[in-house]
């Protein structure tokens, strides 16, 4: 039943990357583009995901999750180097690309092979990092 | 112009209904670096079934609606070294910040986590300066 949900929400999810064009690396760099062709596409999409996952979290309050166990906690508001390092990098990859990591799957089957090249040194970066945070930690204080 | 702005709309709801499922069904937050990631690195070998269910979804339904809409053009760049630089970046960067586009921007805006609002800023800060730099400037991208 988790497997199925999962499945149902992953489709969602991919349908709604294919169908809003953000596959689409021309329309992701041209929204970061503001001093070129600027493309508003993306923050019609992020507007759009934010309306029913609102109203989900709000739905959240005094009640479990259908599937049993229970909703996560929020976060500590804690702004530390992780946080603010990881995203610097993430973003510069993502507008050197225009490509983030559910857009790659999305568009697994129609990115032409290039977007493998991208995959594959994503999922080495994603093996490497605990590696790193372990050595960052060492040398420089996460705070 | 408009009509894609639309589309964008549309697939947006599409994506934060997605997250909803996700989130009340499975009680899970719809992040994909973190789904991604916690296969990659073994951290989330408990549920392993239930990522991988849900990133054969993401890759399938794209496939599925192919023939009915068309595929769609990725213009992504074709130079080597482009790739796997932003793909290094992305990869190491989604997991030290714990969230990309999906988890910190849709997931965590909504809920109005500090840490969602700030790693947006920062992503879409850091994404706008290196567009501007690679193409205005330098004209490589």
């Keep these: 039943m988790r497997n199925l949900f999962a499945f149902l929400a992953g489709g969602l999810f991919g349908a709604g990357l294919y169908l809003s064009g953000m596959t689409d690396t021309s329309k992701v760099q041209g929204w970061l583009d503001i001093f070129g062709d600027w493309d508003p596409t993306l923050a019609f999409v992020m507007g759009g995901a934010i309306i029913p996952m609102a109203v989900a979290w709000a739905f959240t309050t005094g009640r479990r999750p259908l599937l049993g166990g229970s909703f996560p906690e929020r976060p500590e508001p804690r702004i530390g180097r992780n946080l603010v390092l990881g995203s610097t990098l993430f973003g510069m990859g993502w507008g050197l690309a225009g490509l983030c990591p559910g857009p790659v799957v999305a568009s697994l089957s129609y990115g032409g092979g290039r977007n493998l090249v991208f995959l594959a040194a994503m999922l080495a970066g994603m093996a490497a990092t605990p590696v790193l945070r372990r050595y960052l930690d060492r040398t420089v204080p996460a705070q | ?141």
């Design chain 2, 1 to 141: 112009m408009q009509m894609d702005w639309i589309w964008g709309l549309i697939g947006g709801m599409l994506i934060g209904t997605g997250g909803a499922v996700f989130l009340l069904a499975n009680g899970r937050i719809m992040g994909a670096s973190g789904i991604i990631g916690g296969v990659i690195d073994g951290s989330g070998r408990h549920n392993l079934s239930e990522r991988l269910t849900f990133l054969a979804g993401v890759a399938l339904l794209p496939l599925l609606l192919t023939p009915v809409f068309g595929p769609e053009q990725t213009h992504l760049t074709g130079d080597l070294a482009t790739l796997l630089v932003a793909g290094l970046l992305v990869g190491i960067g989604t997991r030290f910040a714990n969230g990309c586009t999906s988890g910190h921007g849709v997931c965590g805006i909504s809920r109005l986590s500090l840490r969602g609002i700030v790693a947006t800023v920062f992503y879409i800060g850091a994404g706008g300066i290196t567009v501007v730099l690679f193409r205005h400037i330098l004209g490589v991208i």
